[in-house]
């Protein structure tokens, strides 16, 4: 089923919420018509419509953000640039997005990066456990290499991506029928989990894994496949995880994964030249705030209905974190450094340590991570 846009109350709610974040951080950029030299936006001009393959479901952090990326894109194009979106996927499912984008099925599509590390090694670092607490430093971080490392942009470009942006999914909760209160909890179990790294985080504290995807989660649990899952708080609503595991706990992991927004190159390269401004200045913007404010917007919205289902979020102590965090060593890194090469990032060490500096070093203001604050809400 393909749907074009969700209700417009809801999207402009969200659309203007995301707007009034980015004036008052001063990114938001005044709106072309037309480009210095290129054909204009005025009324006459060429129109394109880009077909838009998301995994997103309703309600959910990566619809708001898939929301406000195309409309500020529509808006400031006069609607010569709009798109045809395919949600839930429709269009291609969430684990084959990746290729329908690089195929031409799609222009443009959306989905969790660790559905296709072979890809994306250059976004995959976010993966290793205990690395990013910040979900803003991230954004930036990814989108800020994707052409300053020279490894990283010629892989994005060989790969056949305009990168848009990668936003955070949230910090990881493990999601169970009993509660899961330190590092000894995780052992004995089947665990779903997003990407290789958090899966050797598990397999280090004696769980086992299962494959499957998000969308494929629920059903999972319920035949008994998995015992338990690691999600973000945004699982537990689009994916209706709260209503089949009634304990979550945030075991300080931090962000795991990430969620991209990418173009098909050559569709982008044959935009108009005005058409192309347009996208870049979104994707400026998006990067450096406008999707870290749909983030947490939408984020705490879907804190009510969570604490409503399942009563509370637990943390652990800061010394579980830890014993899981010496436990694992330097392992994760290792292996991410050998998966990029492989995956073909010239120089992943340097990748690594460019983007643990930038995450060092960033200086933005970044509110609480909105999922503990809902946890401070319990």
Same mark, same amino acid.
């Given at each position: ?18 707007? $009034?974040?980015?004036a008052? %951080?001063?990114?938001l950029?005044?709106? @072309? $018509? ?7 936006g005025? &009324? ?5 419509t880009?077909?838009?393959?998301? +995994? ?12 406000? +990326? %195309?409309?500020? =894109? &529509?808006?400031?194009s006069?609607? *010569? ?23 031409? *099925? ?6 969790? #990066? ?29 989108w800020?290499?994707?052409t ?31 509660? =899961?209160?330190?590092?000894?909890? =995780?052992?004995?179990?089947? +665990? ?12 280090? $504290? ?6 499957? %995807? #998000? !969308?494929?989660?629920? &059903?999972?649990? /319920? ?15 689009s ?32 935009l ?8 870049? /200045? ?20 879907? @804190? ?7 009563g509370?979020? /637990?943390? +652990?102590?800061?010394a ?19 998966? #990029? /090469? ?5 120089d !992943? &060490?340097?990748?690594?340590? #460019? ?12 509110p ?5 604050? @809902?946890?401070?809400?319990?």
């Amino acid at each position: 089923m393909q749907t074009h846009r969700t209700q417009s109350t809801t999207r402009n709610r969200r659309l203007l919420a995301s707007l $009034a974040g980015l004036a008052s %951080t001063g990114l938001l950029l005044t709106a @072309c $018509a037309g480009g210095d030299g290129g054909s204009g936006g005025g &009324e006459g001009e060429e129109s394109v419509t880009l077909t838009v393959a998301s +995994w997103a479901n309703p309600d959910s952090v990566d619809e708001a953000v898939m929301e406000y +990326w %195309t409309q500020e =894109i &529509e808006d400031r194009s006069e609607g *010569r640039l709009s798109f045809d979106i395919s949600y839930a996927g429709s269009l291609c499912s969430a684990d084959e997005i990746p290729e329908c984008v690089r195929d031409g *099925r799609a222009d443009v599509g959306q989905t969790i #990066a660790d559905y296709a590390p072979q890809l994306f090694p250059q976004t995959t670092v976010v993966s290793i456990p205990f690395l990013t607490q910040n979900n803003q430093a991230m954004t930036q971080a990814v989108w800020e290499l994707s052409t300053e490392h020279e490894g990283a942009a010629s892989l994005w470009e060989s790969n056949g991506f305009k990168l848009v942006g990668h936003n955070p999914a949230g910090r990881l909760l493990l999601g169970s029928k009993e509660p =899961i209160e330190s590092v000894d909890g =995780i052992a004995g179990k089947r +665990w779903r989990m997003a990407g290789p790294y958090t899966q050797m985080a598990i397999e280090a $504290a004696g769980g086992s894994n299962v494959a499957l %995807t #998000a !969308p494929e989660t629920y &059903e999972g649990v /319920e035949r008994g496949v998995a015992d338990a899952a690691g999600f973000p708080m945004d699982g537990l609503v689009s994916f209706q995880l709260k209503d089949i595991l009634p304990n979550w706990t945030d075991p300080g992991l931090g962000q795991y994964t990430s969620t991209g927004l990418w173009m098909n190159l050559d569709t982008y390269e044959s935009l108009p030249d005005d058409l192309k401004q347009i996208v870049d /200045e979104v994707n400026t913007e998006y990067n450096e705030g406008g999707v870290a404010t749909v983030f947490e917007e939408i984020t705490l919205e879907q @804190c009510d209905p969570v604490l409503e289902t399942i009563g509370q979020i /637990e943390e +652990w102590d800061e010394a579980e974190s830890e014993r899981w965090e010496e436990a694992l060593g330097t392992q994760p890194e290792e292996k991410w450094i050998s998966d #990029a /090469e492989d995956a073909g990032l010239e120089d !992943p &060490e340097g990748y690594l340590e #460019a983007y643990k500096e930038k995450m060092a070093s960033f200086e933005g203001e970044t509110p609480k991570d909105p999922s503990l604050v @809902c946890s401070d809400r319990s």
